[in-house]
């Protein structure tokens, strides 16, 4: 009866194999938030750039002062340069609109 069943492949995996894709999803979320965590650091080094800048500058770029100052206060593992560019793009969409955006 069993001799005619065909073995199925992904029940025999060698144990290197089940070994490296342990150590792989123990190490790849932890790679992933190191990077996320690098990211945010640069992002907010450039956040605190951008706030040494003066008014006019920064009307120059397209944002303002709160602008800065709102996304230096997001949490610390966040990155400010996201925040920051969706204001921009918000405020060029809406006077490409017509509109002012406050």
């Known amino acids: ?7 199925n492949p992904t029940l025999h995996t060698p144990r290197t194999d089940d070994l490296a894709a342990r150590l792989a999803a123990l190490i790849g979320p932890a790679v992933t938030a190191a990077t996320r965590l690098a990211r945010a650091i640069r992002g907010r080094r450039a956040a605190y750039r951008l706030a040494a800048l003066d008014d006019h500058m920064l009307s120059d770029i397209g944002l303002t002062r709160f602008d800065v100052d709102s996304a230096l206060a997001m949490p ?3 990155d400010p340069n996201a925040e920051l560019i969706r204001r921009r793009s918000d405020r060029i969409a809406s006077q490409r609109r017509g509109r002012k955006f406050l």
Do not use: I, W
């Open 1 to 7: 009866m069993f001799e005619r069943l065909s073995p």
């Open 76 to 78: 610390l593992a966040s």
